[in-house]
């Protein structure tokens, strides 16, 4: 269900953690806006989510292996950082700290999904980026994270 529809009061929690849920969020100025309404003055939000460079990092993937696009359409809103901060610059949020999260990092390793079970190309292609570093060259980051205080 929508966050809206659990007509939490006003200023009730103290600390909210959203993982990967603005990519799906039918309307995000209006999520938005209903967690700085239930946050508590001087609380703390923390949101990550996956940037729209790992989907077009991704579809580059797969449209060289499989000549197609990937199909995206059950996510709603693609963020890279810059429009994100955006987004919560105008929505009363003070940015606390910033932190991106790329494919050669150690913490981003561990959860793509087994390198195994990928094709060759994917394989040797995500070597390659954790070896080069090249993703960091390039700025294109995996996830995102953020912890906003209101």
Do not use: W
Request: proline content about 3%; some cysteine; aromatic content about 18%.
């Amino acid at each position: 269900g929508e966050i809206i529809d659990a007509n939490y009061p006003p200023n009730y929690f103290d600390v909210i953690n959203i993982s990967a849920v603005l990519i799906s969020v039918k309307d995000p100025i209006k999520f938005i806006e209903e967690v700085y309404r239930i946050l508590k003055h001087g609380g703390t939000l923390f949101i990550d989510d996956v940037t729209y460079d790992c989907f077009r990092l991704n579809n580059f993937f797969y449209r060289l292996i499989t000549h197609q696009d990937r199909d995206y359409r059950y996510f709603l809103n693609f963020f890279t950082l810059k429009t994100f901060l955006k987004f919560i610059a105008n929505n009363h949020f003070s940015i606390a700290k910033v932190f991106l999260y790329y494919y050669s990092d150690p913490l981003i390793q561990n959860h793509v999904p087994a390198m195994s079970k990928q094709s060759f190309l994917i394989r040797s292609a995500m070597s390659f980026v954790r070896k080069t570093k090249i993703d960091k060259l390039f700025r294109i980051s995996r996830l995102f994270q953020v912890a906003l205080t209101k």
